[in-house]
């Protein structure tokens, strides 16, 4: 792991660099923005760029030698081996487009995997004020005041409630998410963006976030370790844990995620 020596100074790294990103994501949004689009048609800011080298300029200032697979380098080819130990997923900004509409609902998320599972992971979403970080066994919620973390405090999913709160992505809701929503009729059903769906359910404010439709594994390693930390997890629809790690296919392919249901204590 480099100079890290434990996944506690680890989380601490990633909770600096989530907050330094988040810093330079806000400038660019108070001061304004040109929108372009990538090669996959997705939408692509100045402060999606400015929040990856904020985070890939920390991780080799303290000399962590872990690889790191991080959205906007991987867009531009660099995508590092990952082999089957420990390696990091970055999303420097999740919820584009929630960021170009102006809504608060964007997010910096870093997450450690290690042997295909989420193990630690921080979402920070600075238009809230609100950090999220978690290791196995740990979650917390911590509120942000002028850019520095105020006292932690736990959360914990909650055995799910009938009918459920359901959360849908307020970008990419499919038909698929439709019908899945319709199963239960009398649902509480809230439209969010990014990976702060994860962090509802993970602080029991929510119990389903279904997701269906192509998915990016940096678009969920960090809030799905925060989830798993507070006793919910994402599972693939055929029930199995959601797993990380190249699957085939070259360049991005190979960090494209099936559809799945993340939830809190079944």
Known sequence: MG?????????????????????????????????EQKADDTPVTAADRAAEKVILDGFRNVGLGTP????????????PACGDGNFLLVDPLDGTREFI????DFTVNIGLIRNGEPVAGVVYAPARDLLYSARPG????????GGKPQERRAIRAR?????????????????????????????ETVSIGSSLKFCMIARGDAD??????????????????????AGGMARTLDGAP????????KGLEAFVSPSFVAEGVG
């Open 208 to 229: 389903l976030y279904p997701r269906f439709g192509r998915t990016m594994q940096w678009d969920t390693a960090a809030g799905d370790a925060i989830l798993r930390a």
């Open 101 to 104: 509409a102006r809504r608060p």
């Open 138 to 145: 740990s979650a917390f919620e911590i509120p942000v005041v």
């Open 159 to 187: 055995p799910r409630r009938s009918p459920p709160a359901i959360l849908a992505s307020r970008s990419h809701c499919t038909d698929e998410t439709r019908a899945f929503i319709a199963r239960y009729p009398d649902a």
């Open 68 to 79: 790191c697979v991080s959205e906007e380098a991987a867009s531009g080819g660099v995508i």
């Open 3 to 35: 100079m890290m020596k434990d996944d506690a100074a680890l989380l601490a790294l990633f909770e600096e660099l989530a907050l330094a990103a988040g810093a330079a994501i806000m400038q660019h949004y108070e001061a304004g923005f040109e929108v």
């Open 242 to 249: 959601l797993t990380y790690g190249p699957k085939g296919g």
